[in-house]
C-alpha cells in the first residue's frame, strides 16, 4: 500500500515542482515583451490630389496655399465657369502667383472640377516618351535627324521645321506636332524625350504613346548595336 501511495504522490509532487517553472517562463515574456522596441509605423505617403500629380507639400511651399485650399477659394470666385485664361490670371494677378504656378494650379483646378481630362491641353492632348540611350548627344540628334537613320525606327516620312543641333527638333505629324528633346547624361549616355501635342482625344494618348514607345525601343537597339561595333 506504501508503495502504490507513493507512487501516486510523485506526479502531484512533479506538477507542484513544475508549477513555478511555467510561471516564471511567462514573467520573462512579459518582461522581454515590454523591453522589446516597439514597431515604427511605415512613414505616411505624402499626400497628393487625385487630380494632380504635384504634392501638397511642393504646392503650398510655391503658391501659399494646398490643393484643397485652391479648390475652396476657386470654386468661391466662380472658377468652374470661366476659361482656362480667366482662371489663370485670377490667380495670377489677385493672388500674385507666377504664371507657371499659376497655369499649373488651374489646370490642377479644371481636373478636379472635371473641366479637363488627364493628358488635356488648351491645343488638345498630349503624350511624352522619354529614353535614356547608350550614345553620345551628337549621335543621338544625328538618328533623328538624318532622315536615312531616322527611317530605321520610325516608318513615317517627316519634314523637320525646326532643329538646333544637341538640343531640339520640331516637326508636324498625321494629327499633331512633334518636338524631340535631347539632354546629355554622359559620355556615351543621352536622354531622348518625344512630346507629341495637338491629339484630339484620351483614345489618342494610348495609341500614339505606344507608338513612339515603340520606335524609341527601337532606336535603343539600334544605338547600342553601334556602340558595340565601334
Request: net charge positive; no cysteine; hydrophobic share 45%.
Amino acid at each position: 500500500m506504501s508503495d502504490m501511495n507513493d507512487e501516486a504522490a510523485a506526479p502531484m509532487s512533479a506538477l507542484k515542482k513544475k508549477a513555478p517553472v511555467k510561471r516564471k517562463a511567462a514573467a520573462k515574456k512579459k518582461v522581454a515583451a515590454k523591453k522589446a522596441p516597439a514597431k515604427k509605423a511605415a512613414p505616411k505617403a505624402k499626400r497628393k490630389s487625385a487630380s494632380a500629380a504635384m504634392s501638397d507639400a511642393a504646392v503650398k511651399a510655391k503658391t501659399g496655399r494646398t490643393w484643397s485650399q485652391w479648390f475652396t477659394l476657386l470654386d468661391k470666385a466662380g472658377a468652374a465657369k470661366m476659361t482656362h485664361k480667366a482662371i489663370a490670371e485670377l490667380i495670377a494677378k489677385r493672388h500674385k502667383i507666377p504664371g507657371w504656378w499659376a497655369q499649373m494650379v488651374t489646370v490642377g483646378y479644371e481636373r478636379a472640377r472635371g473641366l479637363r481630362k488627364v493628358n488635356e491641353t488648351l491645343s488638345g492632348f498630349r503624350t511624352s516618351v522619354s529614353r535614356t540611350l547608350d550614345a553620345g548627344v551628337d549621335a543621338a540628334f544625328d538618328a533623328w535627324d538624318n532622315a536615312k537613320t531616322r527611317a530605321a525606327f520610325l516608318k513615317e516620312a517627316v519634314n523637320v521645321s525646326t532643329r538646333n543641333p544637341g538640343k531640339n527638333l520640331r516637326f508636324t505629324w498625321k494629327v499633331g506636332r512633334v518636338e524631340v528633346r535631347f539632354v546629355v547624361k554622359g559620355p556615351k549616355k543621352t536622354q531622348v524625350t518625344v512630346d507629341h501635342e495637338g491629339l484630339k482625344s484620351a483614345a489618342d494618348v494610348g495609341k500614339v504613346r505606344a507608338q513612339w514607345t515603340a520606335a524609341m525601343d527601337k532606336l535603343g537597339d539600334k544605338l547600342k548595336a553601334r556602340l558595340k561595333k565601334a
